[in-house]
């Protein structure tokens, strides 16, 4: 996930303070660990008491550094050399967005070049989630038939696993919600843009 967030120009847009921060500092690791010189514009707006963990990387600002942008509020406040914006707003700046949501109380889902990350955050740090359980039970029927109807999905699904045939719909329908499969006329396949 790192990887192709830092590939080109980014802006990463979400109204979620803390998912920005921890991934701001987690990409500042990676960064580091490759060897890049990092920089964080706007360090002094961090919020340590949202971050209470040791720091994996020395900041250093040269003009070869890998310039990361911190909570900016306009484009005016935007060197021209930067590999990773953060805002709350939607910048005019020509460059691919990713947008951070909350799903539930602690797992979050970024959209990189129309693939879908589900993460979760643990003791400071990004951990992609896995997907499991119901929803690996209907990707997996997915997988095998392409696509089926919703009652069809439902009523295998319950036969397999004896789950209930309304907890089955809400699990399609938040796969829905998070980008995985798709709904069209009462027919439920995987979505080709998600990233299993």
């Known amino acids: 996930m790192f990887k192709e967030?830092?590939?080109?120009?980014?802006?990463?847009k979400s109204y979620y303070y803390y998912p920005k921060l921890v991934l701001v500092i987690n990409i500042a690791q990676y960064l580091y660990n490759k060897g890049?010189?990092?920089c964080i514009f706007?360090?002094?707006?961090?919020?340590?008491?949202?971050y209470?963990?040791?720091?994996?990387?020395?900041?250093k600002c040269t003009e070869k550094s890998e310039n990361i942008i911190f909570e900016v509020e306009d484009e005016s406040q935007i060197p021209n050399n930067f590999t990773l914006v953060t805002s709350i707003k939607k910048l005019?700046?020509?460059?691919?967005?990713?947008?951070?949501?909350?799903?539930?109380?602690?797992?979050?889902?970024?959209?990189?070049?129309?693939?879908?990350?589900?993460f979760r955050i643990i003791d400071g740090k990004i951990v992609r989630e896995k997907i499991k359980g119901l929803s690996?039970?209907?990707?997996?029927?997915?997988?095998?038939?392409?696509?089926?109807?919703?009652?069809?999905?439902?009523?295998?699904?319950y036969h397999k696993t004896k789950s209930s045939r309304d907890n089955i719909r809400k699990e399609?329908?938040?796969?829905?919600d998070i980008g995985i499969v798709e709904i069209k006329n009462g027919r439920v396949l995987l979505n080709n843009n998600s990233w299993l």
């Open 5 to 12: 967030l830092t590939q080109t120009k980014r802006l990463i």
């Open 36 to 38: 890049h010189d990092v």
């Open 42 to 50: 706007n360090f002094d707006k961090i919020k340590w008491e949202y």
């Open 52 to 59: 209470p963990y040791d720091l994996n990387f020395h900041m």
């Open 92 to 118: 005019n700046l020509g460059i691919p967005v990713s947008e951070i949501q909350k799903l539930d109380q602690n797992l979050f889902k970024i959209n990189i070049d129309n693939k879908i990350y589900l």
């Open 136 to 157: 690996e039970e209907i990707i997996n029927l997915l997988k095998e038939y392409n696509e089926l109807s919703l009652k069809e999905v439902v009523e295998i699904i």
């Open 172 to 176: 399609i329908y938040f796969l829905k």
